[in-house]
């Protein structure tokens, strides 16, 4: 479908959530619960070095029996490296992404400003986007659709 090769991941994304990485456990689970994005970037300095999902979390608490340290920092649990996509890339291209690596989300990076992160998108809202253009292109053929 030659509109998904041409609709950027640029005009899906959303704001990500950011925490530096020695931002505690508890403030990164109130984010978490809070925004309901299901991740949150972490960066050193500005630059991105890891990705924490509330599935991360759970795991987390799973194996600690529930018992986790408020000073637990960011950095100790982060999942790395984080698979990311520039803001210019298609729907089509992030899509593969995520099949090929089996992740939900990418992190949308702009490689003109020294990779840094500008957005998020998912596995949710790029087929919705998917659906959505499919379902306009089948209106537009059958507009035209002589009977």
């Given at each position: 479908m030659p509109f998904l090769r041409t609709t950027t991941v640029e005009t899906i994304m959303i704001k990500p959530e950011i925490v530096e990485e020695n931002t505690n456990f508890v403030k990164v689970t109130k984010i978490l619960l809070k925004t309901k994005r299901g991740c949150v970037f972490v960066t050193r300095f500005g630059k991105l070095v890891g990705i924490i999902t509330d599935?991360?979390?759970?795991?987390?608490?799973?194996?600690d029996g529930g018992i986790i340290s408020p000073d637990t920092t960011a950095k100790s649990f982060m999942i790395k490296?984080?698979?990311?996509?520039?803001?210019?890339?298609?729907?089509?291209?992030?899509?593969?992404?995520?099949?090929?690596?089996?992740?939900?989300?990418?992190?949308?990076?702009?490689?003109?400003?020294?990779?840094?992160?500008?957005?998020?998108?998912?596995?949710?809202?790029?087929?919705?986007?998917?659906?959505?253009?499919?379902?306009?292109?089948?209106?537009h053929r059958n507009q035209y659709k002589i009977r």
């Amino acid at each position: 479908m030659p509109f998904l090769r041409t609709t950027t991941v640029e005009t899906i994304m959303i704001k990500p959530e950011i925490v530096e990485e020695n931002t505690n456990f508890v403030k990164v689970t109130k984010i978490l619960l809070k925004t309901k994005r299901g991740c949150v970037f972490v960066t050193r300095f500005g630059k991105l070095v890891g990705i924490i999902t509330d599935r991360d979390i759970q795991r987390l608490i799973l194996k600690d029996g529930g018992i986790i340290s408020p000073d637990t920092t960011a950095k100790s649990f982060m999942i790395k490296p984080v698979i990311s996509v520039n803001r210019l890339a298609s729907i089509d291209e992030a899509d593969q992404i995520m099949h090929k690596e089996k992740i939900n989300r990418l992190a949308v990076i702009d490689s003109n400003n020294n990779d840094e992160i500008i957005g998020l998108i998912d596995y949710n809202s790029t087929h919705a986007e998917i659906v959505t253009k499919f379902a306009k292109s089948l209106i537009h053929r059958n507009q035209y659709k002589i009977r």
